[in-house]
């Protein structure tokens, strides 16, 4: 096989936890008292809200303040953030990768504009990632073929000497089709074998 020039690192899963999950979402219902009603508020945007239609207010504007609340809107964005921790072991084997400097790094995931750039922040990933090629900045989202097509054009990787790393095999499937590498990631030990199989540490 050719050699590899392009690594792709989905967010959510792998440098990380999900930003706003159904398990985040779930832990926000309990915490703050909301009703079935939230989650299917959510769930009825929750697609533009990714895609970059809707800001991080608009979005609390119709699945959480659409009524008065006993606490304030910062209080629960504050705990919205505070969702996202970091994976420190996989965000180091990313880190040794960019340190190599034998490949391209990217991410390439669905998130909300502002919980993206704040897990971009919080992980630390500005200082190892070339780009961030995330749905509310392409417009697209996984599994979408047309995601995967706009990624490896934004960065021009040959689909062939590119591998991405995602914790769903249903966002690896159309990936391998357009000919990708993939590795389905299962924990820290696992990849960083599959990174070593890859002549990439």
């Known amino acids: 096989m ?39 508020r959510h769930r009825e945007i929750a697609g533009d809200w990714e895609l970059g239609r809707l800001s991080v207010a608009e979005y609390l504007d119709i699945a959480v303040f659409y009524e008065t609340r006993p606490f304030t809107r910062e209080e629960f964005y504050a705990f919205m953030r505070e969702q996202s921790r970091p994976f420190p072991e996989t965000v180091s084997l990313a880190r040794q990768l960019a340190k190599r400097g ?11 504009a502002e919980l993206n750039q704040h897990r971009i922040e919080k992980f630390g990933l500005i200082e190892i990632f070339d780009a961030f090629l995330s749905s509310c900045w392409l417009g697209v989202r996984k599994p979408t073929p047309q995601f995967y097509a706009a990624a490896l054009s934004v960065c021009q990787a040959p689909p062939a000497r590119s591998l991405f790393i995602d914790d769903r095999p249903q966002n690896l499937a159309p990936a391998a089709a357009r000919g990708m590498r993939t590795v389905l990631y299962r924990g820290h030990s696992e990849l960083q074998e599959s990174l070593q199989q890859a002549e990439l540490l």
């Open 2 to 40: 050719e050699p590899l020039t392009h690594v792709f690192f989905d967010i959510g899963g792998v440098l990380g936890t999900n930003g706003w999950d159904t398990e985040q979402r779930a832990n926000a219902a309990s915490r703050y008292n909301l009703g079935p009603e939230f989650d299917a």
């Open 102 to 112: 034998t490949v391209r790094l990217f991410t390439l995931n669905n998130e909300s």
